[in-house]
């Protein structure tokens, strides 16, 4: 009767333990997921701010090339000022 109640106890507490663990586990695995979404959050993040600078640099040297008057620069400029107007009225679309 005492061994049956020692066995008895020890099933109880290999289930706890087993609960444990688990729970253990999915604490690890979200711990992870989150870890790895941070990492794709780091990466879009740095992939936006080197395209902003490029954009800067190159909005940057097309205006000064449009100051200095040349025709062809002034063009490009308007071309795509109106390219992205176009290209925002058509994404408006697709939202309103």
Same mark, same amino acid.
């Given at each position: *009767?005492?061994?049956?109640? $020692?066995?008895?106890?020890?099933? *109880? ?5 087993? +609960?444990? !663990?688990?729970?253990? $586990?999915? !604490?690890? !695995? ?12 780091? @990466? ?5 701010? *080197?395209?902003?600078?490029? #954009?800067? +640099? @190159?909005? @940057?040297? #097309?205006?000064?090339? &449009?100051? @200095? ?8 400029? &308007?071309?795509?000022?109106?390219? !992205?107007?176009?290209?925002? =009225? =058509?994404?408006?679309? =697709?939202?309103?």
């Amino acid at each position: *009767s005492e061994a049956y109640e $020692r066995e008895r106890q020890n099933n *109880s507490r290999l289930d706890e333990l087993a +609960g444990k !663990v688990t729970a253990l $586990r999915g !604490v690890t !695995v979200d711990i992870f997921d989150n870890a790895r979404n941070h990492d794709l959050i780091d @990466s879009n993040l740095d992939t936006f701010t *080197s395209f902003s600078q490029n #954009l800067r +640099g @190159s909005a @940057s040297r #097309l205006g000064r090339s &449009a100051q @200095s008057g040349s025709c062809t620069a002034i063009l490009k400029l &308007a071309g795509i000022i109106a390219g !992205v107007v176009i290209l925002l =009225w =058509w994404i408006g679309g =697709w939202f309103f």
